[in-house]
């Protein structure tokens, strides 16, 4: 069974710094492309950031500069470290594993993430 747990959510001040983990199970870590999108509210979910397997990564305009993805195959865990966070980046954060050569596609149950004072 596949399992995408995600922690690190919770409330931080405008400016502030946050880490997602997503740690994942019943995969191959190392075949799939590993992925962090976000919904706000009333807003469709869109990407964050993407990195594939051999470490390529690839981000949302809206965070490069901002935000970090990597990767521990040894922990079989994702992250996303999140710095200068804007009222903006408040939305639900979601992990996601798509497989690297089929369509095994597999998503976390969210963590939220709020920016306010």
């Known amino acids: 069974q596949v399992q995408l747990v995600e922690s690190g959510g919770g409330l931080v001040q405008p400016g502030g710094s946050l880490r997602l983990s997503c740690a994942a199970s019943?995969?191959?870590?190392?075949?799939?492309?590993l992925g962090w999108y976000r919904q706000a509210p009333g807003k469709e979910r869109e990407l964050v950031a993407t990195?594939?397997?051999?470490?390529?990564?690839n981000y949302a305009d809206s965070v490069k500069g901002r935000f970090i993805i990597s990767r521990d195959s040894a922990k079989n865990t994702v992250y996303l470290q999140m710095n200068s966070l804007k009222p903006e980046d408040t939305a639900v954060y979601y992990c996601?594993?798509?497989?690297?050569?089929?369509?095994?596609?597999?998503w976390g149950q969210g963590t939220q993430v709020t920016v306010s004072s």
């Open positions: 996601n594993a798509r497989h690297a050569f089929a369509t095994n596609n597999y």
């Open positions: 019943g995969i191959i870590f190392s075949w799939y492309s």
């Open positions: 990195i594939a397997s051999g470490g390529e990564t």
